[in-house]
């Protein structure tokens, strides 16, 4: 046992397959120790707020401001409010008004803004220049102004007795708070989700529910593939005939439109994700059964199989003593694999709208799905599918990875 | 070719079996299920409609279409011969079109498809999984891990990758749909070139994901025939390495061939996923809207064609493995 321990860990395929597995498995088991966040809760105010640090903003014109005197925050400011349509319509105005092309450079804020203050002139009209464009670039005017200001801005606070505005406090341009000192920051690493959800939190707890579905439902189906494949192998005749119709049966007809019938028919309510684990295990038994029969088999005649026979010893006990070690490499194999495709398949019923139940669990089908729903694809929420769609691939990826890490080590044929 | 008929007509016998089997599952796996199917649906599809008369007058209608109300074998007998008919009832969500309308709308959509990207995923994989075995070094250590990746990438995982990379960020190609928006179905040269660019997103993420299984398995296989004695014998004997690997390849390739005839279930389940993240609008995307649409007429007749359709591909590639073993040849002559 040891030996073989060793030689499987020197597998390099598996050690890498088995520390990404592991891995995730420590994510998701630490973080929510670190992190008590109920993983369902809706904390965001509308749908798909970006990635970061989120930093109270009434918390933090009231802690203490410290003067920083940066050249070049005027510009940054500057920068972020002027969006590439404006930089656009700048350059139009100034190419029109005869200004050398060559010079303008729209990436460039700062000269940019030069260019424009210095030579702007409302009256100005060109041919071809409606008066719906030249009131336009009055408002643009107008409005890089109030960008251009170095006053600072001041906050009010309404007077409960007289119902007048007050001045509370002024926030200057240049003034700082340290992000330390706010009482009410939270960092949302990978933003929200369209329920307004934690994404990095819901994404943990909905791996765990995945990891437990593909656990549940490759147990069932490899146990149930074990023991129609010993029946069938070791017993044979008739109940070989009748176990392997049914399985030849299974394999043809695709095991997801079975899926998608039985889940309809369970409804809604009956459908929670253990339900589905069962589901998806009952439905996936046929390829552990070939795999453990062809083995069965092979073994059926063995001699140290036909000494025990001779011996007198009962077939469950053949069965445990004489065959399950043997082929106990090749049912841990297939309870690899069936993880992974259990795993993917409750995946792809979600996103069918056949997943389990969304009120209560995630899982990382759940997720793809609303975020499908939500179109988040399409306007460029990456955080809301690609952090989910990486880490089914890495759990399969890594299932995979161990799986023909042991196949080379059981098969010899296949070793470098 | 009068040898082959055994071959064949045993072939053919089981396809009939797992025909039928297919129609029975489809027919009694809803209808195990606890409580009157027919009832659910009309609950469902009577949510929020106070009038009872009406909602008695539906379920009547439903029950009558079904047969729910009479003994199981008669309602099979006349699911049979709805079937034989292609006659499956009105469609509740597209209501007054009939199953059949929509599903003869959509079933090409899926066949010009998934045939072409799976047929040329699964070339180029036996092609790549063959060479990574034959030359083995660096290009086998960096096929191995790309392929074991992309083959662990679900269909609608690389569906997705490819949608917002190719579609979004770089927009060269449309993001959904089987053709422009604006367009009517007909065969201008417009039209040909809108469906031509809205398939290549669908197209390439069935191929890759293909590519990367088929990959794999050809290596396996290819690895243990290359270590075979025929192989040893045929160079010791001076034989050509061209013509050795083209005997390596024969082998190798006939129980892939057998592997694609049974996971290719499997294959068209997940290109049938990845349909619906392009809202291409094949037998993936009516399936969704069936299942959003509480509508079980559509969802049992979709997912009766698909099995039919797995079954028929099933059957031809095992047709086609009869042609290509030698083996079988030699069986029928005997």
């Avoid at chain 1, 007048?164 to 926030?171: C, F, I, T, Y």
């Avoid at chain 1, 369970?266 to 029969?293: C, D, H, K, Y």
């Avoid at chain 2, 690895?223 to 004695?229: P, Q, R, T």
């Avoid at chain 2, 099933?314 to 086609?320: T, V, Y």
Wanted: charge should be neutral; glycine fraction near 8%.
């Amino acid at each position: 046992m040891r030996h073989l321990t060793r030689q499987v860990f020197n597998s390099g395929k598996f050690v890498v397959g088995f520390s990404i597995f592991v891995g995730i498995l420590l994510i998701v088991i630490i973080y929510p120790i670190l992190f008590p966040y109920p993983p369902l809760e809706i904390i965001g105010q509308g749908n798909f707020f970006p990635p970061g640090l989120y930093v109270n903003v009434y918390d933090s014109i009231f802690t203490s401001h410290y003067i920083l005197n940066l050249d070049d925050a005027t510009a940054n400011r500057i920068a972020s409010k002027l969006d590439s349509e404006d930089r656009l319509a700048i350059q139009k105005w100034l190419t029109a008004s005869g200004f050398p092309e060559s010079e303008i450079d729209i990436e460039n804020t700062a000269q940019l803004l030069d260019q424009w203050t210095n030579n702007f002139d409302p009256t100005k009209r060109f041919p071809g220049m409606t008066n719906a464009d030249r009131n336009y670039f009055i408002r643009l005017n107008n409005s890089l102004k109030g960008l251009l200001s170095t006053e600072g801005a001041i906050i009010a606070v309404e007077n409960p007795e007289t119902a007048s505005l007050e001045e509370a406090g002024v926030v200057a341009q240049n003034d700082y708070i340290v992000v330390n000192e706010v009482p009410n920051v939270r960092l949302l690493p990978l933003g929200t989700d369209n329920f307004g959800r934690d994404v990095l939190t819901e994404l943990v707890a909905a791996t765990k529910v995945s990891l437990i579905i593909g656990f549940v439902a490759g147990s069932i189906a490899t146990l149930i593939g074990l023991i129609l494949g010993l029946l069938s192998g070791y017993i044979g005749g008739q109940v070989d005939d009748v176990i392997m119709f049914f399985t030849n049966l299974l394999t043809v007809i695709p095991s997801f439109v079975l899926l998608i019938l039985i889940s309809f028919s369970i409804g809604q309510e009956q459908r929670g994700a253990f339900t589905i684990a069962v589901v998806i295990g009952l439905t996936s038994w046929v390829w552990t059964t070939r795999a453990v029969r062809s083995q069965v088999i092979s073994l059926r005649n063995r001699d140290h199989v036909n000494l025990s026979k001779l011996s007198g010893h009962s077939i469950s006990y053949i069965i445990i003593a004489d065959i399950l070690p043997y082929i106990a490499s090749y049912v841990v194999m297939a309870l690899i694999l069936q993880i992974s495709s259990a795993i993917l398949a409750e995946a792809g019923l979600s996103i069918l709208g056949l997943g389990p139940r969304t009120t209560e669990v995630a899982t990382l089908g759940l997720m793809l799905n609303w975020a499908l729903i939500y179109q988040a694809p399409i306007l460029g929420y990456w955080w809301a599918f690609y952090p989910v769609i990486i880490v089914i691939a890495l759990i399969a990826f890594s299932l995979n990875l161990m799986n023909t890490g042991l196949d080379q080590v059981f098969n010899p044929a296949l070793r470098e | 070719m009068k040898g082959y008929r055994r071959y064949f007509v045993g072939k053919f016998l089981w396809f009939c079996i797992t025909l039928v089997a297919a129609f029975i599952l489809n027919f009694t796996l809803p209808r195990l299920m606890p409580g009157d199917p027919v009832a659910a649906i009309v609950s469902r599809l009577a949510q929020g409609m106070s009038n009872t008369t009406g909602v008695q007058a539906i379920y009547e209608q439903y029950a009558e279409l079904f047969g729910t109300n009479r003994p199981m074998l008669e309602q099979f007998v006349l699911y049979l011969r709805n079937v034989a008919q292609g006659n499956f009832g009105f469609s509740f969500s597209q209501y007054p079109r009939t199953v059949a309308d929509v599903l003869r709308a959509s079933l090409w959509w899926t066949i010009i498809l998934q045939f072409p990207a799976i047929i040329v995923g699964w070339i180029v994989g036996n092609t790549l999984g063959a060479m990574a075995a034959y030359r083995k070094g660096g290009f086998d250590k960096v096929l191995m891990p790309i392929s074991i990746f992309m083959s662990s990438l679900p269909a609608f995982g690389m569906a997705v990758v490819l949608l917002v990379l190719f579609g979004v960020t770089l927009k060269w190609l449309p993001t959904s749909g089987g053709y422009g928006f604006d367009l009517i179905p007909n065969l201008s040269g417009r039209f040909i070139w809108s469906m031509f660019v809205h398939y290549q997103l669908p197209f390439w993420s069935i191929v890759l994901v293909t590519i990367g299984g088929q990959a794999i398995g050809m290596r396996s296989m290819a690895i243990y025939e290359l270590n075979a004695d025929y192989v040893r014998y045929s160079r010791f004997m001076g034989i050509k390495d061209r013509k050795i690997v083209g005997y390596v390849f024969r082998n190798a390739v006939l129980p892939q061939i057998t592997g694609l005839a049974l996971a290719i279930g499997t294959m068209v389940s997940g290109a049938l996923v990845a349909e619906i993240i392009f809202s291409y609008p094949g037998l993936g995307t009516t399936l969704l809207t069936a299942i959003r649409g509480q509508d079980y007429p559509l969802i049992s007749a979709t997912t009766l064609i698909i099995t039919i359709m797995v079954l028929v591909a099933n059957f031809a590639i095992e047709i086609l493995y009869g042609f290509l073993d030698p083996r079988i040849k030699a069986a029928q002559a005997d």
